[in-house]
């Protein structure tokens, strides 16, 4: 069975700080997606990566993947209180395997 | 366009009894997928349905069903409910499933006691 890894789980980060959210998967796959899940909230669609090499930015969030590695990254640039949230990494084979999660709090 | 609906949006039921959730997907989406979301296990894939038919089911017993009407809309089912199936269950669509990004519901959060 594919697994899915995220590391951190829990991250605390001052607002202004640089960090990385790493999602490991075990098995070949070719599209990774990232979602974003608000305390209480149903989730909502970040990236899709779709294939080696490829990177996405949106705001303060930029995801890159690399297939090889079997490795997808998510970095936060200057992190801001609205970006606390959960987050987690999904590989797709016949369905979607969703990673562990990490938990996202921005400290003002 | 009007997201992907749930209802009922909270539940209590005791151990024993069933439960019937229901998920109107996004207009012209056909694949409804199932997700039970617990603070232990994460977010586990349940089952699929497309065209009215299942496609794919993750590893839950046979307590666990659900089906898929023509207009797109899906129904899971528990029945025999226990304990540990206190979770928010989340229902998700896509235009044609399988690897397509999907669309979440706002989920049903379920309570056995």
């Known amino acids: 069975e594919l697994k899915v890894e995220q590391n951190p789980l829990f991250l605390s980060m001052q607002e202004g700080k640089n960090y990385t959210i790493y999602c490991n998967y075990s098995t070949t796959s070719d599209r990774l997606y990232w979602y974003r899940q608000d305390p209480g909230k149903s989730l909502e669609s970040l990236f899709v990566?779709?294939?080696?090499?490829a990177v996405k930015q949106e705001g303060r969030l930029m995801a890159s993947l690399d297939t090889k590695a079997r490795l997808s990254t998510l970095h936060i640039t200057a992190a801001v209180h609205d970006l606390s949230a959960t987050y987690f990494c999904?590989?797709?084979?016949?369905?979607?395997?969703f990673g562990t999660g990490t938990s996202l709090t921005v400290i003002p | 366009k009007a997201g992907v609906t749930q209802t009922p949006r909270y539940l209590i039921k005791t151990r024993g009894q069933q439960v019937t959730l229901s998920c109107s997907p996004i207009s012209g989406h056909r694949s409804v997928s199932w997700y039970q979301q617990t603070p232990g296990q994460g977010l586990q894939f349940l089952f699929e349905?497309?065209?009215?038919?299942?496609?794919n089911k993750g590893n839950f017993p046979g307590r666990f069903s659900g089906r898929q009407f023509s207009n797109s809309r899906s129904e899971m089912n528990v029945s025999t409910l226990e304990l540990g199936d206190s979770a928010l269950y989340l229902c998700?669509?896509?235009?044609?499933?399988?690897?397509?990004?999907?669309?979440f519901g706002p989920g049903t959060r379920l309570l056995v006691l």
């Open positions: 349905y497309f065209s009215e038919t299942q496609r």
């Open positions: 990566l779709l294939s080696n090499g």
């Open positions: 999904a590989v797709t084979l016949h369905q979607f395997y």
């Open positions: 998700a669509s896509s235009l044609q499933g399988g690897r397509e990004t999907q669309y």
